[in-house]
């Protein structure tokens, strides 16, 4: 069984924002976990959950690595994420 703490839908938002600096919007979130394109998740009855590794998951791929100009394309996340 995961021993890894679930957060919240409100509890995963301010870890991101808090965190890991990535801030959405409450109608934003629903639509992901609607359509897809957020962080994973389970439900506890029909309440969603998120575990850290998770959200972790999910804003590695919401944040670029470091640039020089706004031309620069891509990123790599597992070399420019704070503390890889």
Known sequence: ?????????????????????????????????????????RHFGRFPRYRQDWLDEYAKTRISGTKRSTSEAGHDPETDWPGA
Do not use: C
């Open 1 to 41: 069984m995961d021993q890894d703490p679930y957060y919240d839908t409100e509890e995963a938002a301010e870890y991101l924002t808090n965190e890991r600096g990535v801030r959405t919007a409450r109608r934003t979130r629903e639509k992901l976990r609607s359509i897809g394109g957020g962080p994973r998740f």
